[in-house]
């Protein structure tokens, strides 16, 4: 089970940090990834890091500024983000997936575990 949270209302420029708390898996053997979704559109592909942390993927959208990291003795992963504009506005989900190659995965299908998800909502 995966339960994000620390979504809320902030200003273009303002600061988040989601958390994504995992139970009942080994969590540091699995690929841990952030996906949002906005009112009318498809979920996408945020950021998704291995199972040590050493390795990190980011979409072109959120590139250098959202940074995704874990804590494997705490069993959750994280996603900081900055610097919010509105078009960051969207439902964020963490997912969980087994490793499928040498990068953790971008693709949505490839996730086989999902959390709830967490309004992120930025104000202009």
């Known amino acids: 089970q995966l339960q994000a949270s620390g979504g809320g209302l902030v200003q273009t420029g303002g600061s988040l940090t989601l958390s994504c708390a995992a139970s009942?898996?080994?969590?540091?053997?699995?690929?841990m990834g952030w996906f949002r979704q906005a009112p009318g559109k498809e979920r996408e592909f945020v950021a998704s890091i291995s199972r040590s942390g050493d390795t990190t993927v980011y979409a072109d959208s959120v590139k250098g500024r959202v940074t995704i990291f874990r804590d494997n003795a705490k069993n959750t992963a994280y996603l900081r983000m900055p610097s919010l504009r509105p078009e960051d506005t969207a439902v964020y989900y963490c997912a969980a997936t087994r490793p499928l190659g040498p990068t953790p995965s971008r693709y949505r299908y490839q996730y086989n575990f999902w959390g709830q998800g967490t309004q992120v909502t930025v104000s202009s």
């Open positions: 009942g898996l080994t969590f540091s053997t699995y690929v």
